[in-house]
């Protein structure tokens, strides 16, 4: 585990199973539908329960009848799970290997927007997945460094949140992401 002090608050990275964070919030790595899927969107709903599918199905009947649109994020309880809220938000889909600057600004904005609905919602503590790096293909090594800049902008500047966390699935992942952040504050001496 990686604990640094930003702003007076935590960021901490770690190898672990999202759906088993204490945090007060959790973020999905959905799709547009909103109605589950696989990885980590299919784990969330496994052990949250029915109750997330029928806010998400909410959702959909009323403010996002098209579907939520990458980069946007919304919020619904956590169910059974140990965090009270999950917070849904849409990455970009990757179909080569490099990230396009379209593709770039949409990650930003999943992070910034689930980071923006936390802080409305009065959440101290939220755990992040690696997004877009599984089923929607992006390369880990880019997407941890806008997924790292984009949460250490914000800590800078928010005052609600008190810790972030990313809980990344394996080894490769959290090693990449290590050394990710490690150049960012380097470059920030
Ligand atoms: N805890 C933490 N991370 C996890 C977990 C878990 N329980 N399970 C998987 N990961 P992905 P995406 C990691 O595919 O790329 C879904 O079907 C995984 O190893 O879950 O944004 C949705 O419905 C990888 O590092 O999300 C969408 O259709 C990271 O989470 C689509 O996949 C993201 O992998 C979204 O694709």
Do not use: Q, W
Not at 15 to 42: F, H, K, P, R, Y
Not at 53 to 80: M, W
Request: overall charge neutral; some cysteine; proline content about 3%.
């Amino acid at each position: 585990m990686i604990l640094k002090s930003i702003n007076g608050k935590r960021l901490v990275l770690k190898i672990g199973d999202i759906t088993e964070e204490d945090t007060e919030g959790i973020v999905n790595a959905a799709n547009s539908s909103l109605m589950g899927g696989g990885g980590v969107d299919g784990a969330i709903h496994r052990k949250g329960g029915p109750v997330i599918l029928e806010e998400c199905k909410k959702i959909r009947e009323t403010v996002y009848k098209d579907g939520l649109p990458p980069g946007k994020a919304v919020a619904t309880s956590g169910g059974n799970l140990k965090a009270k809220y999950v917070i849904h938000t849409v990455g970009p889909i990757c179909r080569s290997e490099k990230m396009t600057e379209r593709n770039k600004e949409v990650l930003k904005e999943a992070y910034k927007n689930s980071l923006l609905t936390a802080s409305e919602l009065g959440i101290r503590s939220i755990s992040f997945p690696s997004i877009s790096t599984g089923a929607y293909g992006c390369s880990v090594e880019e997407a941890s460094k806008i997924a790292l800049e984009t949460v250490i902008d914000f800590l800078k500047r928010d005052n609600v949140l008190e810790e972030v966390r990313f809980v990344l699935f394996t080894k490769d992942t959290y090693e990449i992401y290590k050394k990710s952040l490690n150049e960012i504050l380097k470059n920030e001496d």
